[in-house]
């Protein structure tokens, strides 16, 4: 989750997506990327689980799924936990 959203452009995307549903043409109007751009970045969204498309008439609504963003913030908490329980210890050579 981490490599996926150390791309601005895809992070951006989350942020825009976190204040609601948006298709492709809000996207473009709020960051300034080009249509192919965006729908390439949510392509990546979308086969990871954070974002979830949803077809209203001509369009397609993007929202992120929180219960994916929920289950990362819950691993990387377990990581950080983990980490600094074990910062002072060092394996032997």
Request: hydrophobic share 45%; with cysteine; glycine share 6%.
């Amino acid at each position: 989750m981490v490599r996926l959203l150390a791309d601005p452009a895809r992070a951006a995307i989350v942020d825009v997506l976190a204040a609601g549903p948006a298709c492709t043409c809000h996207l473009v109007e709020d960051l300034g990327l080009t249509q192919p751009n965006i729908s390439n970045h949510l392509r990546v969204l979308r086969h990871a689980g954070v974002v979830r498309a949803e077809p209203h008439g001509r369009y397609t609504y993007y929202h992120l799924d929180p219960d994916v963003l929920d289950a990362a913030a819950a691993h990387l908490s377990v990581l950080a936990a983990r980490a600094r329980a074990t910062s002072g210890d060092r394996r032997e050579c």
